[in-house]
């Protein structure tokens, strides 16, 4: 049965004054932003995103593809992923082998991710007809307490990382995601050469080669996207291997609008 087919079920039960909750163990949901039906939503125990989504009713102004979940089990996650990369960062800062632009940069990026708050959000479709058919588990089954928030449109993309300051810029349709590096001030001594990552706001993540030796092909951006420039490898490679990937997907993690990620 369709989470569609379902929804209606339950409502037209509801109405008809039947008690959906007398067999069935029910949980609470909700749902803010560019939707119908704000608020606390109750589910049977068992359904899944999509019935969620559809009881929520995204209006035609959402920006599905910035569609998030918020969930208790993945903030556990989240509070380790950012304690991971403040450690991380902080060794950086104090190796003494480091760069004094890299460790500058470094200590600069730690209190800035200490400024970003945790928030165990899990990108959904924000479609629930490609919900229902995805595969795997991106339909996950609901728990008590889950949230969703369907975001509006941005219209810019924001540049991070080893950079002199975070930089929102307005995003312009078929523009590489190179090219916005023009626009924001990279502190070159401490930042990559050859690498950038790009989380699109769906929570897709990728590497792109920027160097004449690795030149990636043209990567477009949706709106809402990041750009992570990284500090250099050579340093991050020996003391914090695993600094990029925590990175991208702590970056992942920050749901739409991202003012916070430049004014933190």
């Given at each position: 049965?369709?989470?569609?087919?379902?929804?209606?079920?339950?409502?037209?039960?509801?109405?008809?004054?039947?008690?959906?909750?007398?067999?069935?163990?029910?949980?609470?949901?909700?749902v803010e932003?560019?939707?119908?039906?704000?608020?606390p939503?109750?589910?049977?125990?068992?359904?899944?995103?999509?019935?969620?989504?559809?009881?929520?009713?995204?209006?035609?102004?959402?920006?599905?593809?910035?569609?998030?979940?918020?969930?208790?089990?993945?903030?556990?996650?989240?509070?380790?992923?950012?304690a991971?990369?403040?450690?991380?960062?902080?060794?950086?800062?104090?190796?003494?082998?480091?760069?004094?632009?890299?460790?500058?940069?470094?200590?600069?990026?730690?209190?800035?991710?200490?400024?970003?708050?945790?928030?165990g959000?899990?990108?959904?479709?924000?479609?629930?007809?490609?919900?229902?058919?995805s595969?795997?588990?991106?339909?996950?089954?609901?728990?008590?307490?889950?949230?969703?928030?369907?975001?509006?449109?941005?219209?810019?993309?924001?540049?991070?990382?080893?950079?002199?300051?975070?930089?929102?810029?307005?995003?312009?349709?078929?523009?590489?995601?190179?090219?916005?590096?023009?626009?924001?001030?990279?502190?070159?001594?401490?930042?990559d050469?050859?690498?950038?990552?790009?989380?699109?706001?769906?929570?897709?993540?990728?590497?792109?080669?920027?160097?004449?030796?690795?030149?990636?092909?043209?990567?477009?951006?949706?709106?809402?996207?990041?750009?992570?420039?990284?500090?250099?490898?050579?340093?991050?490679?020996?003391?914090?291997?695993?600094?990029?990937?925590?990175?991208?997907?702590?970056?992942?993690?920050?749901?739409?609008?991202?003012?916070?990620?430049?004014?933190?």
């Open positions: 049965m369709s989470a569609l087919l379902r929804y209606v079920l339950l409502a037209s039960m509801s109405a008809a004054g039947m008690d959906v909750g007398a067999s069935t163990p029910s949980l609470e949901v909700s932003g560019t939707v119908s039906r704000p608020g939503i109750q589910l049977p125990a068992g359904t899944r995103f999509a019935d969620a989504v559809v009881a929520a009713m995204p209006r035609r102004d959402a920006y599905i593809l910035g569609a998030s979940a918020f969930r208790v089990a993945t903030y556990t996650e989240h509070v380790r992923l950012r991971g990369l403040l450690h991380d960062l902080r060794t950086i800062a104090e190796w003494a082998d480091a760069s004094p632009a890299v460790a500058a940069r470094a200590a600069a990026l730690h209190s800035w991710v200490e400024g970003l708050p945790v928030t959000r899990v990108p959904i479709e924000g479609n629930p007809r490609r919900l229902e058919v595969r795997g588990d991106r339909n996950s089954l609901l728990a008590q307490g889950d949230h969703f928030f369907f975001p509006e449109r941005p219209d810019t993309v924001t540049v991070v990382g080893a950079v002199v300051a975070p930089c929102a810029i307005p995003h312009v349709a078929g523009r590489d995601a190179r090219d916005y590096l023009s626009d924001c001030l990279i502190d070159r001594d401490a930042a050469p050859d690498t950038i990552h790009v989380i699109q706001p769906d929570g897709q993540a990728s590497a792109i080669g920027i160097a004449a030796w690795n030149r990636s092909p043209a990567q477009l951006l949706a709106p809402g996207a990041i750009i992570y420039v990284p500090l250099r490898k050579k340093v991050t490679a020996e003391v914090a291997p695993e600094l990029e990937r925590d990175m991208t997907i702590f970056l992942a993690s920050q749901p739409l609008p991202h003012d916070g990620l430049v004014n933190p």
